[in-house]
Every structure is written in C-alpha cells, then in structure tokens.
C-alpha cells in the first residue's frame, strides 16, 4: 500500500502544476485549456522567418488570438483542430528587430480565458539579406 501512496502523490502533484500552470478553468460543464505550446523563448536571426502557433481546447470551442505586447495582432489566423479544438498561427516572414518582444497566446471560451506567452529574441544584423523588412515594404505581420 505504500507504493500505491506514492502513486496517488504523484498524480496529485501532477494535477496540481496543471491546475496551477495552464487551467484547466471549470465552470459547470464549460472549460478552456492550452493544449499545443509555443516555446516560452524563441532567438531567430534577423532576416529569418517565424511561425509561431498554439492550440487551445474547450466547450464551447474557443477562439484563439496572437496578442504582440497586449496589442491584439489582426486577423490571427483561426483553424479547427480536433473535436472542441482552435490552432492560432502567426508568421513573421523577414524578422527585424522590431519583432521582438513579448507574444501571447490567449484562448478564449464562455468568458474564460488561458494565456500562454513566448518572449522572441532577435539576434545579428543583417546588411543585405535578401528580404525586405517588412516596414519598408508597409505591411504587417501576414497571418497565415
């Protein structure tokens, strides 16, 4: 009975980091949870191209939106996952350093909401790379 103790311990610690980390949030039979999660720190080279994406799950089937430093990046790119589940993506083609910074991804379902977050880090300069930064070619980031 000993070895079952430790068991049930475990299990509970496991819960615990779960509950407390990512949700899941209850209320009645409505929840939202992250279930695919971007890196919590990505360093990409200047120049080169990002795709960030999370999924999130829940009843009713959340939203799920790219936020860039609390700023709410337009047309976050939406597809359906499995049963009750949202993939967001976000595509930074031709990184400068103005895309650094603080990335979040919230999941949203009947008013409650998880949020996972990934910090992207620009590394070197690039001269001549081959791509146009994206504000000298004015537009924003493309959600694919």
């Not at 009975?1 to 496991?14: E, I, K, Q």
């Not at 279930?35 to 939203?63: H, N, Q, W």
């Not at 996952?81 to 603080?102: F, I, M, N, R, Y």
Request: charged share 15%; with cysteine; net charge negative.
């Amino acid at each position: 009975s000993g070895m079952l103790t430790g068991v049930s311990s475990l299990l509970l610690l496991g819960w615990g980091c779960l509950v407390e980390g990512l949700g899941p949030a209850y209320g009645g039979d409505d929840f939202v949870r992250m279930k695919e999660i971007p890196p919590a720190m990505v360093a990409i080279r200047s120049s080169g191209s990002l795709t960030l994406s999370c999924s999130v799950t829940g009843s009713p089937t959340p939203t799920a939106v790219w936020y860039k430093e609390g700023e709410r990046l337009a047309g976050t790119k939406l597809s359906p996952g499995g049963l009750g589940e949202t993939w967001a993506k976000l595509h930074l083609p031709c990184v400068s350093e103005a895309d650094a910074g603080l990335y979040e991804c919230h999941g949203v379902a009947a008013g409650q909401e998880v949020v996972v977050a990934t910090k992207v880090e620009v590394v070197g300069h690039s001269i001549r790379s081959g791509c146009l930064p994206r504000d000298r070619q004015g537009a924003g980031p493309i959600i694919t």
